[in-house]
């Protein structure tokens, strides 16, 4: 069996044609353009955030204390701003790379989108179908954008439907992944700080991301987390709030299909999985556990992983460390996976996957809330 081998293009769903060029550059980012970029998005995150809070204050966009809430104090929301703040400056320089400009551009589409929705669901307040047309709203834009590669041997006719579909769940689970995830101080920012990297890792050791700019997006995107965590690491003075939540699922949503376009190995992007598997296992883990309690899926609950942990006695930054922790595990699990057969790869990626869904069981993770151990063991 060829090592990670490419298995072909494929099917393309959804390619634009402004996408096609960029996707079919070739050579890779400089490695100093790349650190430059990271300090670079740091910066401006720490600066826009900064900004951004004070505007939170202005307009009253704070989060107040309350039963699903682990601060005893307002905190200002719209930290996601920062992020969208570093996040142009990747986009700019993928636009400058010449072939990447058109993808840079239709890209602010799927990422303006999510971020006004999660700002409008902070301001305003928005039902759960408001939401998820919202949110598969991005997921077809981002369909539109780029490709997903499919199996050769899937009929076009079928392909043509599950490749768009695929990008579409990849956005609502994400999304609702990340904003599950932003409960205590740090954890959104470090999980997502964690599967920026390795997606960065993954698009640029694979030498298929090129001037596509999978790896500066990625690397604008934990430049710009690290920023954010300045004001938000223990205790928080902002949060990313639904508009940060939405645009950070969204990016890693577009990272992980540019991780399954035609020129990516297999295993490369079977490791891509892992390296957005807190997120999504968190979703997955509260849909379980509302579903046994015979509860809406959409109503809150304190029954999270690190409200567990809390509850059987962690501090909220052991807590959430722990929690950052188990990413860079999975984001590990990942990037071990480059370097495997397909079969190597879709075998440890998935025993990591069954692992995490034992472990969770063991833990009492997906037990209803009320039924929850004290403490697993």
Same mark, same amino acid.
């Given at each position: 069996?060829?090592?990670?081998?490419?298995?072909?293009?494929?099917?393309?769903?959804?390619?634009?044609?402004?996408?096609?060029?960029?996707?079919?550059?070739?050579?890779?980012?400089?490695? /100093?353009?790349? *650190?430059?970029? !990271?300090? @670079?998005? &740091? =910066? #401006?995150?720490?600066?826009?955030?900064?900004? +951004?809070? $004070? %505007?939170?204050?202005?307009?009253?966009?704070?989060?107040?204390?309350?039963?699903?809430?682990?601060?005893?104090?307002?905190?200002?929301?719209?930290?996601?701003?920062?992020?969208?703040?570093?996040?142009?400056?990747?986009?700019?320089? /993928?636009?400058? *790379?010449?072939? !990447?400009? @058109?993808? &840079? =551009? #239709?890209?602010?589409?799927?990422?303006?989108? +999510?971020? $006004? %929705?999660?700002?409008?669901?902070?301001?305003?307040?928005?039902?759960?179908?408001?939401?998820?047309?919202?949110?598969?709203?991005?997921?077809?834009?981002?369909?539109?954008?780029?490709?997903?590669?499919?199996?050769?041997?899937?009929?076009?006719?079928?392909?043509?439907?599950?490749?768009?579909? &695929?990008? #579409?769940?990849?956005?609502?689970?994400?999304?609702?992944?990340?904003?599950?995830?932003?409960?205590?101080?740090?954890?959104?920012?470090?999980?997502?700080?964690?599967?920026?990297?390795?997606?960065?890792?993954?698009?640029?050791?694979?030498?298929?991301?090129?001037?596509?700019?999978?790896?500066?997006?990625?690397?604008?995107?934990?430049?710009?987390?690290?920023?954010?965590? #300045?004001?938000?690491?223990?205790?928080?003075?902002?949060?990313?709030?639904?508009?940060?939540?939405?645009?950070?699922?969204?990016?890693?949503?577009?990272?992980?299909?540019?991780?399954?376009?035609?020129?990516?190995?297999?295993?490369?992007?079977?490791?891509?999985?892992?390296?957005?598997?807190?997120?999504?296992?968190?979703?997955?883990?509260?849909?379980?556990?509302?579903?046994?309690?015979?509860?809406?899926?959409?109503?809150?609950?304190?029954?999270?992983?690190?409200?567990?942990?809390?509850?059987?006695?962690?501090?909220?930054?052991?807590?959430?460390?722990?929690?950052?922790?188990?990413?860079?595990?999975?984001?590990?699990?990942?990037?071990?996976?480059?370097?495997?057969?397909?079969?190597?790869?879709?075998?440890?990626?998935?025993?990591?996957?069954?692992?995490?869904?034992?472990?969770?069981?063991?833990?009492?993770?997906?037990?209803?809330?009320?039924?929850?151990?004290?403490?697993?063991?």
């Amino acid at each position: 069996m060829v090592r990670g081998g490419t298995l072909g293009v494929g099917r393309m769903a959804g390619l634009s044609p402004l996408a096609s060029p960029v996707l079919a550059g070739t050579g890779a980012w400089p490695p /100093w353009v790349l *650190a430059g970029l !990271g300090v @670079g998005a &740091a =910066l #401006v995150g720490i600066v826009a955030t900064y900004g +951004a809070m $004070g %505007l939170a204050r202005r307009v009253g966009l704070v989060d107040h204390p309350g039963r699903l809430k682990v601060q005893d104090h307002p905190v200002p929301y719209l930290g996601g701003l920062g992020v969208a703040a570093a996040l142009a400056l990747g986009l700019g320089l /993928w636009a400058g *790379a010449g072939s !990447g400009r @058109g993808t &840079a =551009l #239709v890209l602010l589409a799927p990422l303006a989108l +999510a971020l $006004g %929705l999660g700002v409008t669901d902070d301001a305003r307040g928005l039902t759960p179908w408001v939401r998820l047309a919202g949110e598969v709203a991005t997921g077809l834009l981002v369909a539109w954008a780029l490709p997903v590669r499919l199996p050769a041997a899937v009929p076009a006719a079928l392909s043509s439907v599950l490749g768009p579909a &695929a990008a #579409v769940v990849a956005v609502v689970v994400l999304v609702n992944g990340c904003n599950m995830v932003d409960g205590l101080d740090g954890l959104a920012g470090g999980v997502g700080t964690v599967s920026a990297v390795g997606l960065a890792v993954i698009l640029g050791a694979s030498g298929a991301g090129g001037l596509g700019g999978g790896p500066v997006l990625a690397v604008a995107l934990g430049g710009g987390l690290v920023g954010f965590l #300045v004001w938000n690491h223990p205790p928080a003075r902002v949060y990313l709030g639904d508009g940060g939540a939405y645009l950070v699922g969204t990016v890693l949503a577009v990272l992980l299909v540019l991780c399954w376009h035609g020129g990516m190995t297999w295993s490369s992007s079977l490791g891509a999985l892992a390296a957005v598997a807190y997120p999504a296992a968190e979703l997955g883990f509260a849909m379980v556990r509302r579903y046994r309690a015979g509860a809406s899926l959409t109503s809150g609950d304190r029954g999270h992983v690190y409200d567990r942990m809390t509850s059987w006695g962690w501090s909220p930054p052991l807590a959430s460390a722990a929690c950052i922790a188990v990413q860079v595990a999975l984001a590990g699990a990942g990037l071990g996976a480059m370097g495997l057969p397909t079969a190597g790869a879709a075998a440890l990626v998935g025993g990591a996957g069954v692992a995490l869904v034992l472990a969770a069981t063991w833990s009492g993770l997906l037990a209803p809330t009320e039924g929850a151990r004290s403490r697993p063991g």
